[in-house]
Each structure stands twice: as structure tokens, then as C-alpha cells.
């Protein structure tokens, strides 16, 4: 499987833009990159993915780099509902199943 | 749209039971996947299922086993219970299965064995 690395952890202040970068060297040609997150006591959320072109939704930006080897997570404003675990994860077709492979992951802690 | 739904959401049992999980996909959701997290291994995949077949399987040993409903219900079982099998199981449904396609967990249930 293809190997995402993230900082282990991020502060950030509310109400303020936060990136989360993601380091994916060995990325292939035809892998999405997924972002989720996990906040305390819940499931994992999807937040966003996307190929080659950034991306936005309601939630967030993608910021996809030209060679694809890195990405950068945008929350425009974070919140105290933003504090969570953010995994970036790099889905991959492997004979018939894109099964999504969470590594460790990142604490995002937001202060008031 | 009602989200995915996992019952129990809760779940005590004793080693050397089995147990059985079962996940509700989100209406028109044909995909469903399953993991577990443990604080030690964090989360892993166990299985994928659509339209009733297995499309893959995890590192699991032969004791967890699911399958799928033509409704795209999903259940996994566990048998001979070990300790070690404590953990959230979470179950995640997708519109179709395909990389482009994000996955929508559901709450887990939380499996404690005694």
C-alpha cells in the first residue's frame, strides 16, 4: 500500500485557517487522495478527495501538488468541532477493491 | 437521508462466544466495508462487500467472517471470542466501490470480551 506521512500533531486558534500537510512521495498515477477525520468518540467522517486538481467543498480545500507527491488539507476557519484526528489516505485500485488504509494519522487541537 | 447504522452499539461478551454485528448502508449505498480500532493497532480493514460478494479481505483470521444482504445489509461474525478481539468495529458504506467514491462510517459498536 502506498504511505502517507503527517506531522503527529497541530495547534491551531479558532477561527483561524489552519493547513494540514500530507507527504505521499510514492503516490501512483491513479491513486486518490482521501482526507478523513475522526473526532472523540465517533466514527471517521470523510472531508474531501480529489486526483489532480484541488478541490473545495463545504468543508474544506485540497491543495494538490503539481507532482501530486504532497497535498495540504485547508480548513478556512477552524472551529472547536474541527479538533479531531485528520487522516490523509491514499486509495489505491488493488484487484478489484480500493479499500481505504488509515495510518496514525494527525491531533489537530484548536484553542479558544 | 438516514446515515449508516450499526446495532448493537454496545456489546459484552465472554470469551469462546461468537457474536454477530450487523450495519445498515445508507439508502442506495451498495458498498460496505468494515474495520476495527483498537488503540494499539488503530484502525484496520476487515472486509468489503458488494452486491453480496466479498471483494476483499483484511489480515483477519478465518474466525471473523460477514456478509451481505441483497439489500446491501452487512453483518460480520466473530467466533471463539478472544480478548484480544476487544475493540470498535465500524462499518462504512459507499455509493459504488471505486476510488472516487468516499466511504460513510457508521457510529461502530464497541465489543468487550471478558
Known amino acids: 500500500d502506498a504511505k502517507t506521512t503527517q506531522p503527529n500533531s497541530m495547534e491551531s486558534n479558532e477561527e483561524e485557517p489552519v493547513h494540514l500537510p500530507c507527504n505521499h512521495s510514492?503516490?501512483?498515477?491513479?491513486?486518490?487522495i482521501h482526507w478523513y477525520r475522526q473526532l472523540p468518540s465517533q466514527g471517521p467522517e470523510y472531508v474531501i478527495h480529489?486526483?489532480?486538481s484541488n478541490v473545495n467543498n463545504r468543508m474544506a480545500s485540497l491543495a494538490i501538488a503539481e507532482d501530486r507527491k504532497s497535498s495540504t488539507l485547508i480548513l478556512h476557519r477552524a472551529t472547536l468541532r474541527d479538533a479531531a484526528v485528520y487522516y490523509c489516505?491514499?486509495?489505491?485500485?488493488?484487484?478489484?477493491?480500493?479499500?481505504?488504509?488509515f495510518g496514525k494519522g494527525m491531533k489537530l487541537t484548536v484553542n479558544p | 437521508k438516514a446515515g449508516v447504522t450499526q446495532t448493537p452499539r454496545y456489546l459484552i461478551k465472554t470469551r469462546g462466544q461468537q457474536v454477530t454485528l450487523s450495519c445498515s448502508p445508507i439508502?442506495?449505498?451498495?458498498?460496505v466495508s468494515w474495520y476495527q480500532q483498537t488503540p494499539g493497532q488503530g484502525l484496520q480493514f476487515l472486509f468489503e462487500?458488494?452486491?453480496?460478494?466479498?471483494?476483499n479481505k483484511g489480515n483477519f483470521p478465518g474466525r471473523f467472517s460477514g456478509r451481505q444482504f441483497s439489500n446491501s445489509r452487512s453483518e460480520m461474525n466473530v467466533s471463539t471470542l478472544e480478548l484480544g478481539d476487544s475493540a470498535l468495529y465500524l462499518c462504512?458504506?459507499?455509493?459504488?466501490?471505486?476510488?472516487?467514491?468516499?466511504?460513510?462510517f457508521g457510529p461502530g459498536t464497541r465489543l468487550t470480551v471478558t
Open positions: 462487500y458488494f452486491s453480496e460478494t466479498q471483494r
Open positions: 439508502s442506495g449505498h451498495r458498498s
Open positions: 480529489g486526483l489532480t
Open positions: 510514492t503516490i501512483s498515477g491513479t491513486d486518490y
Open positions: 462504512a458504506s459507499s455509493l459504488y466501490l471505486g476510488q472516487n467514491y468516499e466511504q460513510y
Open positions: 489516505i491514499l486509495r489505491a485500485y488493488q484487484g478489484g477493491s480500493e479499500k481505504l488504509v
